[in-house]
């Protein structure tokens, strides 16, 4: 079992032993904002970005895909409406490659995951805060099959469903905008539970989007949902690149959309508790004079809700 005994300190280095094997390689690289514990019991997206687990040992990846386009967004999303009002960013990446392949993914990881394996544990250490992984969310679509394939790490666990390319109902309207020189044009369409509005060029004829949007005469350069509580911009663009599109070849939890969201809800609600019982990690949170927090296990009210808003309907 795991043991991860965590005080008030930012970074923490730890040789670790779960129940199937003892993990010979590299220490874990733990990234903790000092803040983190008191917050423990109010803010669960707080606690799924700052417990940054940066594994030194970057898994396998197996090619989908030769990239050609590559678009990189700004993500931005309010990190908990209930408790406070804070907006939190990512740099997101989408590339375009053959046989009607994209990927969605963080532009932080593709980078870690190339640094990673060249530097010595000595600069591991001294660069574990900037080397943190950003979301461990790919969406791959796969436009000539018509699927998108999800998959994402939750606490040690890896998962992925499959389903198939959603139709959106999009609105064309006359409201018009220029992103980054191209000029785009205005849609909107309700999508499993949140009113999107977003502008797509033409200009780039790429029937493509950030995240699972997607659909339209031309490439999705910005998009909000009605209070804004998302958004994507795209702030780059990149052609004739030759980056491979690739995903993690590891052993995936094959699920479905609505048991990913009630998985992904149960270790939000209570990150510590689903890490014991279910990833066979136990989490001690102690305060500076080495006394356990007996709160940390209670369920946490979560001030927030997924991008997709369907995943409580039945």
């Not at 997101?92 to 392949?101: H, K």
């Not at 606490?155 to 999009?170: C, S």
């Not at 356990?292 to 995943?311: H, K, M, N, S």
């Amino acid at each position: 079992m795991i043991i991860l005994s965590m005080k008030h300190t930012p970074d923490i280095i730890l040789q670790c032993q779960t129940k199937k094997k003892m993990m010979k390689t590299k220490p874990l690289i733990i990234s903790i904002a000092a803040f983190l514990i008191g917050a423990a019991a109010t803010n669960a997206r707080i606690i799924r970005r700052q417990l940054n687990i940066l594994q030194t040992n970057v898994p396998e990846t197996k090619t989908l895909a030769e990239g050609y386009l590559e678009f990189i967004y700004d993500y931005t999303f309010n990190a908990d409406t209930l408790y406070n009002s804070q907006t939190d960013r990512e740099k997101m990446l989408l590339q375009v490659g053959t046989d009607g392949i994209s990927k969605y993914s963080s532009l932080k990881n593709i980078v870690a995951d190339s640094i990673i394996p060249t530097l010595s544990q000595e600069e591991l250490v001294k660069n574990a805060e900037r080397l943190a992984n950003g979301p461990f969310i790919n969406i791959v679509k796969n436009h000539s099959a018509g699927k998108i394939t999800h998959t994402e790490k939750i606490a040690l666990d890896w998962f992925k469903y499959e389903e198939d390319i959603p139709q959106f109902d999009w609105t064309l309207t006359d409201s018009v905008r220029t992103v980054l020189g191209y000029e785009c044009r205005q849609a909107k369409c309700r999508f499993r539970g949140r009113d999107w509005t977003v502008f797509y060029t033409e200009e780039i004829p790429v029937m493509d989007g950030p995240w699972k949007l997607c659909g339209l005469p031309g490439l999705i350069m910005s998009a909000h949902d009605e209070k804004s509580l998302y958004a994507f911009e795209c702030i780059g663009v990149k052609s004739n690149t030759s980056r491979p599109i690739t995903i993690y070849d590891v052993s995936y939890n094959e699920t479905n959309r609505k048991k990913f969201y009630d998985t992904l809800h149960r270790y939000e609600s209570n990150p510590y508790g689903y890490a014991e019982t279910v990833s066979g990690i136990h989490v001690t949170i102690t305060d500076n004079a080495g006394n356990p927090d007996p709160t940390a296990y209670d369920p946490i009210e979560l001030g927030y809700d997924y991008l997709e808003r369907d995943w409580r309907e039945k």
